[in-house]
């Protein structure tokens, strides 16, 4: 099979469009940077904070259609024992987006923070925040890689280009308009990568269900034809396994920084929750085209087409049935632009991870661990260096294609288990403090460790009741993620309330107190965290009333429509 000129222009086309927008995007962000002299924090990392309604909504949902999001949904769907019950992503994405909305926008971008560690490191310290803060930088890399896997295994199928050149081509785009343009660039390129998703995915679903190798799918949905139906379904055996990934999958969102990004960055508070709350939906919109495409994958008959028998599941290419469907199903200008709603996908998810790992190392660990005096000049170099290096090494991992679950599931862990109850408990646990911090961390940390893992080869020394052996393997049926998470949250505030105890009634001394349990009081957390007095309520709300009058004709939001 020859190169595919035609999907190889369309693609090539498609970069040098995201690479413009986001070059126009960096100038546009220097320039309104300069213009309001803000520090290089707000300006590179937060877009000036003025990112508007509408762009929000945009980079919101851009951020979370990423490549494992489209392709993963298609391969769920036609996956036996699986199928589209199991593909829990759209409503894990909206559940958290909607919580997020309520319970968390507001009150980070009340707080004024640059990143979502502040105010953990404020509440927990530097020991503790440094260890989470490293932590999450490795599940943007582990996010990045899983990302590019997604694109480059679809670029490889559809135009026969090398696995690794479709890669690195795409990672350097993404790290290009990143280094250059910060937020201002990721937030508008979005815009582009978004809408080029949408168009491309819908366009290409009418030829896929009129496959002439394809039976109706409704015939195919609680029947067996050419594969199980796709439709699948929960049983008492599964079932606190299905609500552990469900759980997972929404909370790893409220505990990852890109997330945060979105709200910190937003105009106001206000615009910071309708945000989350507009794009919510957005995410069952954009899930719909997968689904069907997983649904056509199942209905096929596949030995009366271009690819042959057996089946791409007996042959164990089930990760790949969004670009098969599109290379042996469908006209190949069609399988061309469902290529680009792909690479569009994966770019809108990649620029997020690698801004998202600067954003931590930068501000949470060189400049206020490792280099305090760091002037702006030289942070601005830093995440340039970091966006560099991330984007190096999150692209070198995709050499380890075979071991995607490996990332997906260290990432996912990261945030759901250790950074999802710490940024919670340091918004809404007024005692909570660096010994309950360490502890919550610790247990969870033990408890995974000893539950195990099949995809790393790790034995389960804690055995919970229900589970099977498969291979020598103590496979799990009980919720482990949420277990571990559950763990650290408890542990996280009994702890801290010890401590907090211990040292406010006078038990210890306080010159054991070297975590600072005993400065941890309501008034003084106002003050530190919120980083507005407890008496400036009024004037927050008056000026959250002009923030929203000013949305209506904020420059930003102009070019943005």
């Known amino acids: 099979m020859a190169v595919n000129i035609p999907g190889l222009i369309v693609m090539l086309l498609f970069y040098l469009l995201v690479l413009g927008t986001g070059i126009w995007a960096s100038r546009k962000s220097k320039r309104a940077t300069e ?5 290089w924090s707000d300006g590179t990392l937060l877009g000036n904070r003025g990112i508007t309604l509408a762009v929000g909504v945009f980079t919101t949902t851009a951020t979370y259609v990423g490549g494992g999001f489209i392709v993963g949904i298609s391969e769920l769907v036609y996956t ?6 199991w593909s829990v992503m759209p409503v894990a994405a909206i559940i958290a987006f909607i919580v997020g909305g309520i319970f968390y926008a507001k009150k980070m971008r009340q707080g004024k923070y640059v990143t979502m560690m502040d105010p953990i490191q404020r509440k927990f310290g530097k020991a503790v925040s440094g260890v989470l803060s490293v932590a999450l930088v490795l599940s943007d890399i582990f996010w990045v890689t899983s990302t590019l896997i997604g694109l480059g295994t679809t670029m490889t199928i559809i135009l026969d280009l090398s696995y690794n050149v479709c890669i690195w081509i795409s990672a350097v785009v993404a790290v290009t308009y990143t280094l250059f343009g910060g937020l201002y660039s990721v937030a508008y390129t979005d815009i582009v990568q978004l809408v080029l998703t949408f168009v491309s995915l819908w366009f290409c679903v009418p030829f896929v269900l009129m496959s002439e190798h ?14 199980t139906a796709w439709v699948g379904s929960v049983d008492t055996e599964t079932a606190w396994k299905w609500l552990d990934q469900l759980l997972l999958l929404t909370f790893c969102i409220l505990g990852s920084q890109e997330f945060h990004q979105r709200t910190l960055s937003a105009f106001s508070p206000t615009t910071a929750r309708l945000s989350c709350f507009i794009a919510a939906p957005l995410m069952l919109i954009f899930a719909i085209p997968s689904v069907l495409i997983g649904a056509v994958a199942v209905s096929t008959d596949w030995n009366l087409t271009s690819y042959g028998s057996p089946s791409p599941y007996e042959r164990d290419e089930a990760s790949h049935i969004l670009p098969l469907v599109l290379q042996h199903l469908t006209p190949s200008y069609v399988s061309v632009i469902g290529i680009g709603a792909v690479g569009a996908a994966v770019m809108s998810s990649t620029d997020s991870g690698l801004l998202s790992a600067a954003s931590i190392f930068s501000s949470n660990i060189y400049k206020n661990i490792l280099r305090t005096s760091a002037s702006e000049r030289e942070m601005q170099w830093v995440v340039r260096v970091t966006v560099v290096l991330v984007g190096v090494i999150g692209t070198s991992f995709t050499l380890l294609n075979n071991s995607v679950m490996v990332f997906w599931i260290v990432g996912a862990d990261i945030t759901y288990i250790f950074t999802f109850p710490a940024l919670t408990c ?26 195990g893992e099949p995809e790393f080869g790790l034995p389960a020394v804690l055995q919970y009741p229900g589970g099977t052996l498969k291979d020598g393997m103590y496979i799990h049926r009980a919720p482990i993620s949420t277990i571990c998470m559950l763990s650290n949250l ?19 001394p306080q010159s054991w107190d070297i975590l600072g349990a005993k ?26 009333a002009e923030a929203e009058h000013m949305m209506e004709t904020s420059p930003l939001e102009t070019s943005a429509l």
Request: glycine share 6%; hydrophobic share 40%.
């Open 35 to 39: 213009k309001k002299s803000v520090n």
């Open 80 to 85: 036996p024992n699986r199928g589209l019950v």
């Open 214 to 227: 394809s039976i109706d799918i409704t015939q195919t949905a609680y029947n067996f034809s050419h594969h």
């Open 426 to 451: 340091a918004l809404y646990c007024k005692f909570s403090n660096g010994y309950g911090g360490i502890m919550g961390v610790f247990i969870a940390l033990l408890l995974r460790v000893l539950s």
């Open 490 to 508: 408890f542990a996280t505030i009994v702890f801290s309330y010890l401590a907090s105890m211990l040292f406010n009634r006078g038990i210890l």
């Open 519 to 544: 400065t941890h009081k309501t008034s003084q957390e106002l003050a530190s965290t919120d980083n507005y007095k407890t008496n400036d309520v009024d004037a927050e709300k008056i000026r959250e």
